[in-house]
């Protein structure tokens, strides 16, 4: 079994999927309501929508005769915090560079201020 990190990016890696969910963030929405700017059928978007619903990015209910999807925000927390993770990895390297580049760009100026003592012999 894969970790859930895993399949929420595996159901993100296609685009039709991150247009679902990007679509969702404005609030709950029937198959029929999701299916209906794609040139596909609706089971090809209740395709889409088990594979989101089985990375635990999207739920189904129950509402009379209706069965909204609705996004699971507390999914996004997980990548959010996996991602921030490396972000600030990234950002610690960057900084560490930055410093090295100023000492660096800070011992050449301070090289070529100094008189050239072979001049000075002459």
């Known amino acids: 079994m894969t970790d859930q990190l895993s399949q929420v990016f595996a159901a993100l890696a296609d685009p039709t999927r991150r247009d679902i969910v990007a679509r969702l963030t404005d609030g709950d929405a029937t198959v029929s309501d999701l299916a209906e700017p794609y040139d596909v059928s609706i089971q090809a978007v209740s395709k889409h929508l088990k594979v989101l619903e089985s990375a635990g990015?999207?739920?189904?209910?129950?509402?009379?005769?209706r069965r909204p999807v609705h996004l699971e925000a507390e999914v996004f927390d997980l990548m959010t915090k996996w991602i921030e993770r490396y972000r600030q990895r990234a950002e610690q390297r960057h900084q560490r560079l930055d410093?090295?580049?100023?000492?660096?760009q800070g011992q050449v100026g301070t090289a070529s201020s100094m008189p050239d003592t072979q001049e000075d012999a002459s």
């Open 57 to 65: 990015l999207v739920t189904r209910s129950r509402d009379a005769q």
């Open 99 to 104: 410093a090295l580049l100023a000492e660096m």
